[in-house]
């Protein structure tokens, strides 16, 4: 598949599915929508295993050491989410989300608008998004959007089937964000070694396994808040490959 593939996928999904949602989506109950969840958070964990397999490669233990690409992970997410925690990212997307929601979808808003802003806000603002986007851009395939997709698509049937058709018009926001963060992915893979690639592949595995957990329900890990992983790994592997 292309890069940017994952993004065309996500958008077709978020039509497609509010498509259904206006017409069907009432019939959906919820053991059904449980089921789904968890089969999406099973898979979740599958990729973020073979994500994390990467840490193994060769070429890693040869360039940086036995035992050093754990260590890398290991700093790589006790610091991000230090800093992640410190900067309190999470809870700052969450307060910008609610922010934009009563700013642009108030109470004298249409019912268009509103399922407009809530699905916009709920498909881009994430963890996912942001790692699945830049990993695609990087070369490394599709899959983490792929899923992502998936789990947009029941959630647009959902949105839909209470707020209309504005729910569609949220795949507008998906191609443009989404669209952007594979161009910075690829413009990182541009002037980021393979070394550090796989490093990222190996800490964003890491960030995989713990939406796999929310979803999951065992663990809501603050995954927002461990997203400067991304930046130190890359940054570590730099220092000691030197």
Known sequence: M???SGTVIN???VLIGSGLGVTIAH???DSVRSVVTDGLGLITGLVAALSIASITDPALKQHLGQGRPVLIALASIVIGGILGTTF???GRLDSLGDRLKRRLSGDSESQFTQGFVSASLLFCVGPLTILGS???GLGGGNEQLVLKSTLDFFASMAFAAALGWGVAASAISVGVVQGSLTVLGMLLGNFM???????LTATGGLLLMGISLRLLNIKQVPVAN???TLVIAPLLVALLSR
């Open 2 to 4: 292309f890069i940017g």
């Open 11 to 13: 958008v077709i999904a």
């Open 27 to 29: 019939r959906l109950n």
């Open 88 to 90: 309190g990212i999470e």
């Open 134 to 136: 830049i990993t695609d």
């Open 193 to 199: 070694s393979d070394l550090q690639i796989t490093m």
């Open 226 to 228: 461990m997203l400067p």
